[in-house]
């Protein structure tokens, strides 16, 4: 079953505009961690954040934390078209020093030139 | 630092067939995971391997079943085959640590077609 649910599940902007993107999730996390796919290829790690955090930044990315309303929130700013890729928010459940990622269905963001 | 690798990168089996996937995990990371990602879906845990024994388990029948091998490599075998088993399969390595988790390396994935 999906954890999380990210919306919208498309997006398309001009290059240079931020784009934000948003997962909302069930029960308590360890963590939360944000992934990046090309085309149906592997998996590319952006950003983690911990449940203890509130917000994390990482060159033009930055995500945020509301474990109060269990929501977070991915902003890419400056986009540009090599940023056009699903984009997918997972959760890792507070059971054990690595556990497994409960993957949302994705956010396709399209970035025009 | 290699990353994680996967082989073959595609590959058609028939039904009832088996088939056997292949993960080298990143160098310097001792957790394997499988996961299965339908057309349009996000990925699904299959299942963790550490130390050379599963460690979880998602929502999968036990025709599903792997291995991890000393040098932390890992094989993903599925036994009679079904048509629903047409997926892109991606292998994760992690290092576990003690607190906090950490992330992921995925490998580029070996995409399934049972006809």
Redesign the interface.
């Given at each position: 079953?999906?954890q999380?649910e990210e919306d919208p599940q498309a997006l398309s902007i001009q290059e240079g505009e931020n784009a934000t993107m948003n997962c909302s999730y069930k029960t308590s996390i360890?963590?939360l961690?944000w992934?990046r796919q090309n085309s149906?290829?592997?998996?590319?790690?952006l950003i983690?954040i911990?449940s203890n955090e509130r917000e994390k930044h990482s060159g033009r990315l930055r995500v945020t934390l509301d474990t109060s309303k269990k929501s977070s929130s991915l902003l890419i700013t400056a986009s540009r078209a090599a940023d056009t890729a699903s984009y997918?928010c997972?959760t890792?459940l507070p059971t054990?020093?690595?556990?497994?990622?409960?993957?949302?269905?994705?956010i396709t963001l399209s970035v025009r030139p | 630092e290699t990353g994680v690798t996967q082989s073959p990168t595609h590959l058609i089996k028939t039904r009832g067939q088996q088939v056997t996937l292949r993960c080298s995990s990143q160098s310097g990371h001792n957790t394997v995971s499988w996961y299965q990602q339908a057309l349009g879906q996000g990925p699904q845990f299959i299942f963790q391997y550490y130390r050379e024994e599963e460690n979880g388990r998602g929502n999968f029948p036990p025709r599903f079943s792997g291995l991890q091998f000393p040098n932390y490599s890992s094989e993903l075998n599925v036994n009679a085959l079904e048509l629903d088993d047409s997926a892109l399969y991606l292998c994760a390595s992690s290092l576990v640590i003690i607190q906090g988790g950490g992330g992921y390396t995925f490998g580029s994935g070996t995409r399934l077609t049972v006809v």
């Open positions: 079953s999906q999380g360890n963590n961690q992934y149906g290829r592997g998996l590319v790690h983690l911990r997918f997972a890792a054990g020093a690595n556990s497994k990622l409960t993957f949302g269905k994705g | -």
